[in-house]
């Protein structure tokens, strides 16, 4: 049993620099747990989305909306005449993807870098974009019933994207949708 624990440990150690791939192992492992906790859920009836955190607040993203998890670039190149809230390009695997402050262009001042700092890449086949989010907590899954399409106000000024809310329990857990933001006018015009 220890060398299967241990087994187990070294797999996960190989995909700490894949944190996406991380994450859909660990929630490959934590399946059997979830469904014990929740009997109640249907199969085909549970939504699953990636929680990220911005500024002391809680978020969902839906799974399909998101292409992947990336650690934050040591290297972004600055792109002259953008907006603020644009960070630059950096290189993933070969392709220059646009890394965009999303509480900045929310409005709610600027992402500091640390060790927990994460971009999500938006699953959007026009509109490549890397956003950079203060921390990824992992996928989170809801049933369907959990869902409220009253959006609840945030201090993050991201109303105008949210798709609603999930509610478990006394916590709310805002949906921003990823589509509508990344095709809304403000968005596209990235030039200062």
């Known amino acids: 049993m220890t060398n299967t624990v241990s087994g187990n440990d070294s797999s996960l150690k190989s995909l700490r620099d894949r944190p996406f791939e991380l994450l859909k192992e660990m929630e490959r492992r934590s399946r059997p747990a979830t469904a014990a906790s929740a009997p109640d859920a249907v199969e085909g009836s549970e939504w699953v989305g990636v929680a990220c955190r911005m500024g002391g607040e809680t978020f969902l993203i839906a799974r399909q909306e998101t292409r992947e998890v ?50 999500v890449v938006v699953n959007h086949r ?25 959006a609840p106000p945030t201090m993050i000024r991201c109303e105008t994207y949210l798709a609603g809310a999930f509610r478990r329990g006394g916590e709310v857990w805002p949906v921003i949708s990823l589509k509508s933001l990344v095709e809304s006018q403000s968005f596209l015009q990235a030039a200062s």
């Open 70 to 119: 990336l650690g934050f670039p040591t290297v972004i190149t600055r792109i002259p005449g953008a907006k603020s809230w644009v960070k630059g390009l950096a290189n993933v695997r070969g392709s220059l993807l646009p890394m965009l402050d999303l509480k900045q262009f929310l409005g709610s001042g600027a992402t500091h870098p640390g060790r927990n700092t994460r971009i």
């Open 126 to 150: 026009e509109i490549p974009a890397g956003l950079i989010v203060d921390e990824v907590l992992g996928f989170r899954r809801f049933a369907e019933t959990e869902f409220d399409s009253e």
